[in-house]
C-alpha cells in the first residue's frame, strides 16, 4: 500500500516562496505518476503538476514558470518548488500516485494535505 505524507506548507506573503515535501513508501517498484494536486474552499481538486517515472513533467497553466516538479528517487520524496506565490495559490496541496501508463487519469494514492496560504 502505498503512502503519501506532504509537509512544508504554512503562510506565506504574497512574492514569496514555498517548497513542498511528499514522503513515499510502501511500495518496491516506484508508481507511474506522481502528482501534486490543490484544492481550495468551494474549488474542484485541480492537478497542479505531474512527473512520470521517466521524468516526463506536467504543469497547469496557472503555474508553469513559477512552480518546480522534482523528486528524489534515493529518498522517496517529490518536491515541489513554489516561487511568485499569489493568493491565487491558497490552497490544501495533496501529493497523489497512480500505477497508470497516463498522468492525466484519475489518481488513487493520496496524502492527506499541507494547507498553504499567500497573504497579499
Known amino acids: 500500500q502505498v503512502q503519501l505524507v506532504e509537509s512544508g506548507g504554512g503562510s506565506v506573503q504574497a512574492g514569496g516562496s514555498l517548497r513542498l515535501s511528499c514522503a513515499a513508501s510502501?511500495?518496491?517498484?516506484?508508481?507511474?505518476?506522481m502528482a501534486w494536486f490543490r484544492q481550495a474552499p468551494g474549488n474542484q481538486r485541480e492537478r497542479v503538476a505531474s512527473i512520470s517515472s521517466i521524468g516526463v513533467t506536467y504543469y497547469a497553466p496557472f503555474v508553469k514558470g513559477r512552480f518546480t516538479i522534482s523528486e528524489d528517487n534515493a529518498k522517496n520524496t517529490l518536491y515541489l518548488q513554489m516561487n511568485s506565490l499569489n493568493s491565487g495559490d491558497t490552497a490544501m496541496y495533496y501529493c497523489?500516485?497512480?500505477?497508470?501508463?497516463?498522468?492525466?487519469?484519475?489518481?488513487?494514492?493520496w496524502g492527506r494535505g499541507t494547507q498553504v496560504t499567500v497573504s497579499s
Open positions: 510502501g511500495y518496491t517498484v516506484r508508481p507511474y505518476c
Open positions: 497523489a500516485a497512480v500505477r497508470a501508463t497516463s498522468c492525466a487519469g484519475t489518481y488513487n494514492y
